[in-house]
């Protein structure tokens, strides 16, 4: 820890941050155990200032955060931790304790479209609403999902060589949709399928 500079009160601010999608999800403070524990367990260990102790990230929450690496700036006073995290990171219940906007209109990336279509879709799974086309498809099945998914397929493939951009993008965004489908009916999360891409380019930047 002696690259890390603690201040006068012993801590050193922790930017909590989704590994996925690279989101801020909180900004709070450890001390040298805190951050020492942090590193051997893998889990979100953290100094709260207003109860003057330590604590575990979702010990009693449930909302626990696997931490997949810690980072530290380039003046060693600030340190960000990468998580995973099961549950939302605010007390409030929101997914990131940075939900406001003061000023400006943050950016939506192609990671925030695509969550916040997967976070929809595992909704109309829970709640099953009568009329949704989402709902149809998974009262018919994982046969019906299947069955969309390929013609979907061919749609894209008839498209490209049709050489028409708008109909090649509409028939992606109804093929990607599907897909969605197909891995929440199947109980992959769409994190994994990220894992996958990110291990991928890691293997091709290392070689």
């Known amino acids: 820890m002696t690259d890390v500079k603690f201040g006068e009160d012993g801590l050193v601010p922790v930017i909590i941050q989704d590994a996925n999608t690279k989101d801020v999800l909180t900004l709070a403070y450890a001390n040298e155990e805190a951050l020492e524990r942090t ?58 304790c940075f939900e406001g906007v003061l000023s400006g209109t943050p950016a939506e990336t192609a990671v925030d479209v695509i969550g916040g279509l997967v976070k929809v879709i595992a909704e109309r799974q829970q709640e099953m609403p009568e009329g949704a086309y989402t709902t149809y498809l998974f009262a018919e099945g994982v046969d019906k999902i299947c069955k969309k998914v390929g013609e ?26 599907h897909t969605l489908v197909l891995l929440q009916e199947q109980g992959v999360p769409f994190e994994r399928v990220q894992r996958v891409l990110k291990d991928r380019h890691s293997e091709k930047v290392g070689k």
């Open 152 to 177: 979907e397929s061919a749609e894209v493939i008839i498209a490209a060589k049709n050489r028409d951009m708008e109909e090649l993008a509409m028939e992606t965004a109804d093929l990607l949709y």
């Open 39 to 96: 590193i051997a367990t893998n889990e979100t260990w953290l100094y709260s200032r207003s109860r003057q102790a330590l604590w575990n990230k979702g010990a009693t929450s449930g909302n626990t955060q696997q931490v997949t690496a810690v980072r530290l700036d380039c003046d060693g006073d600030a340190v960000i931790y990468e998580v995973i995290p099961a549950g939302p990171a605010c007390h409030t219940g929101a997914t990131s």
